[in-house]
């Protein structure tokens, strides 16, 4: 009898061991989470209702900051398009991989060099399948050599680069039965071509229509990837909100803010749509999602563009206003729902990514991002105490424009931004030149995010040590990679639906219209 207890109670406690290994060891190897990045275009850090603008309507963001954390101290590496999605996709600064100055064309050689490694081909390394859908903005060249696909994206649905640099058509621009505002179109190029992979199912694109057409890309993705149990990566990358501003007839009309409104409420809906996507998919608890921006506003376009809200200039400046960036993490009973003043960047997101689910960073390269999984995860100090900052035209001779270190920011140049020659603030017009500072302008941000009142360097000594070391010690260990956009362009590799017919470039036409079917076809 006495033996027969001995055994039951073993019985008891081995079973109770069982259960203790079973649910760590589950936690230690837990189903990898689906990953959603939302990367919006020419946002501003002032345009969204919850960082304040008194006229945007962005419920849906607004929704995903109250169950999320909420930066109010994130930056975009790059001012510009094509720079700083190199950046984001690669962990390193744009100086490194060569894509500068300014950003590829329609035509350009050019593009993202094939020897990066980018987060998608991370991920899909640790077994993920992964797609974009929206810009890519990171060159398309002969053959399709830099499109996505090559890229480790295993789909894509999207334009490659800006709709400025495409015609405006349908006479009535990107709105329905509204007169166009916008002056900027390339008349002289190709009709915005719509890929799907490698192909040009659209030509030109029909703007009325396509942030729906991106929900029918992103929502077959999600489904398809969630049915077969497979973790997947959904790059979203806005044409929204660059120039000209467009939206469907569901939402022209719909904002007191005009056309600006119209779009951010058509982009904000979008990112409504994907949330309820990924609840009927049944992978909401099981998804990180992260929304940020490529660079600040574009002031050029003054009352019909962004709002940089309390910071200084806009897009391709150096100041506060062109890299600082709304940016919004979510992952349910992951992250904790609050507001972090924490210093992050977007090249942070990769190796966060890679720590995340448990990957590798890529070797014997110099990654430039830190793991922001004690911001996520543990209400903790961020791994960044300083970032750089380079115009969107940087060059091996000036180097670094200015640096931050903790609350601190010293600029060594400026000059204007994409802005109007009238512009209240002169630095930020663009035809403000080039201003050397010796001694660097010194600001405290905590207290100055305008970057208003200047500080007596001299009495900030101390400060200035830290930032000159940490500035010698960064350009000393910058390797400028070959400039993509030095290698120019050529009208023949702009994309066409019909190459080699006549007359280029406005016979590069789909024969049909908006007939095809816009769901991702994994390859």
């Not at 290994?21 to 919006?40: C, D, E, H, M, S």
């Amino acid at each position: 009898m006495a033996k027969a207890k001995q055994m039951e109670c073993i019985s008891k406690i081995s079973c109770f061991l069982i259960l203790l290994l079973v649910t760590f060891g589950v936690a230690r190897v837990a189903t990898k989470p689906n990953i959603i990045l939302l990367f919006a275009d020419d946002l501003g850090y002032g345009d969204l209702s919850v960082y304040g603008h008194p006229t945007s309507s962005t419920p849906n963001l607004d929704k995903m900051a109250s169950q999320g954390l909420l930066f109010t101290q994130f930056y975009s590496a790059s001012p510009l398009c094509s720079p700083s999605r190199a950046a984001l996709l690669t962990g390193r600064y744009q100086t490194r991989s060569g894509v500068y100055p300014a950003v590829f064309a329609s035509g350009s050689v050019g593009g993202l060099p094939l020897n990066e490694t980018t987060i998608a081909e991370g991920l899909k390394d640790e077994g993920y399948t992964t797609s974009i859908v929206g810009k890519w903005h990171l060159g398309v060249g002969k053959d399709n050599e830099y499109l996505p696909t090559r890229q480790g994206f295993d789909s894509y649905l999207g334009i490659p680069y800006s709709q400025d640099m495409c015609p405006c058509v349908h006479k009535v621009c990107f709105y329905p039965n509204v007169p166009c505002i916008d002056k900027a179109c390339e008349n002289g190029n190709v009709p915005c071509p719509l890929f799907q992979n490698e192909n040009i199912v659209q030509q030109p694109a029909d703007f009325l229509e396509l942030m729906q057409n991106y929900l029918k890309g992103a929502e077959s993705f999600i489904k398809t990837s969630a049915d077969k149990k497979t973790p997947f990566f959904l790059y979203l990358a806005f044409q929204h909100m660059h120039a000209p501003q467009f939206a469907g007839k569901m939402f022209t009309n719909s904002s007191i803010r005009g056309q600006f409104g119209d779009a951010l409420n058509e982009m904000d809906w979008a990112v409504g749509q994907i949330f309820q996507y990924i609840e009927e998919a049944g992978v909401k608890d099981n998804t990180f999602v992260f929304f940020t921006a490529d660079n600040g506003p574009s002031l050029a376009r003054e009352i019909y563009g962004g709002n940089a809200g309390p910071l200084r200039c806009g897009k391709y400046s150096t100041w506060e206003g062109g890299h600082r960036e709304p940016a919004i993490a979510w992952w349910p009973g992951k992250i904790k729902p609050g507001r972090t003043m924490e210093v992050a960047a977007t090249v942070d997101v990769f190796p966060t990514l890679m720590n995340i689910v448990g990957g590798k960073i890529p070797a014997n390269v110099t990654m430039d991002g830190v793991d922001m999984a004690p911001i996520l995860f543990n209400d903790g100090k961020s791994n960044r105490d300083f970032f750089i900052f380079y115009p969107g035209d940087p060059n091996k001779t000036l180097g670094i424009f200015a640096i931050r270190w903790k609350e601190y920011k010293a600029h060594y140049y400026s000059h204007g931004g994409l802005c109007t020659t009238t512009h209240p603030d002169v630095v930020c017009r663009s035809n403000y030149t080039l201003h050397a500072y010796d001694p660097p302008l010194l600001y405290n941000l905590h207290n100055d995010p305008g970057e208003i009142y200047e500080l007596n360097v001299k009495e900030y000594s101390d400060v200035m040590k830290q930032i000159e070391t940490l500035k010698k010690s960064f350009e000393a260990d910058m390797v400028w990679g070959e400039s993509q956009m030095g290698r120019g362009q050529s009208p023949e590799l702009e994309p066409c639906a019909r190459p080699g017919c006549t007359p280029f470039p406005s016979c590069c036409t789909t024969s049909s219209f908006l007939q095809q079917d816009m769901s991702l076809a994994l390859i």
